[in-house]
């Protein structure tokens, strides 16, 4: 019983810690790399994407399937990195991102209808060159909050 408290009492008191860490406000520099890990992520997926799109490489299937669901599940995850506080610092994000933030909004939700897009083709067993050109306005949309919002 004794040996019992002695080894489950720092496992609750790490957990109180970490509820209290979930309570503050996050590093941001922590919120800076994770946006940016995310964005890595997003070209890992899209590279390949893009490529088949624009015909650089040849189209294949099983990989575009499987890229633009990974994709799919990442679109809704950068955005929150960008905390409040995080526009200082080592980070390509331009001050826009927090002076104009309605836009920046606003691309987020256009990169996400693009995506969702996709997905909707997908679904509905679309051919090779729907599946390449929705791709292509998939690139279009990061491209445009790029050009608005990243240095
Ligand atoms: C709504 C705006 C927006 C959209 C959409 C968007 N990005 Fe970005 N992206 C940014 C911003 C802002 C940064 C700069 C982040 C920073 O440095 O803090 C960035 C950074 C990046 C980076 C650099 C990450 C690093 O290593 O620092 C890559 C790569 C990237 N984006 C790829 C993409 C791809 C691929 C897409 C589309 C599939 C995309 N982004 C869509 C806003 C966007």
Redesign the pocket.
């Given at each position: 019983m004794k040996k019992y408290l002695l080894r489950s009492l720092p496992v609750a008191l790490l957990g109180a810690l970490m509820m209290t860490g979930t309570a503050q406000a996050v590093d941001p520099e922590d919120a800076?790399e994770y946006?940016?890990g995310v964005?890595?992520a997003?070209?890992w997926n899209?590279g390949p994407m893009a490529g088949m799109a624009q015909g650089e490489i040849p189209f294949n299937e099983e990989m575009f399937l499987q890229r633009a669901d990974q994709?799919a599940r990442l679109a809704d995850m950068p955005w929150q990195g960008f905390t409040e506080d995080s526009d200082l610092g080592d980070?390509?994000?331009k001050m826009e991102?927090w002076e104009d933030a309605d836009t920046?909004e606003q691309?987020?939700e256009e990169?996400k209808e693009e995506v969702a897009a996709l997905e909707a083709l997908i679904d509905e067993g679309a051919e090779e060159m729907q599946l390449r050109r929705q791709a292509g306005n998939?690139g279009q949309?990061?491209q445009a909050?790029?050009d608005s919002?990243?240095d």
């Open positions: 800076i946006r940016q964005f890595k997003f070209s899209f994709l980070t390509d994000a991102v920046f691309k987020i990169f998939i949309s990061c909050c790029h919002f990243r």
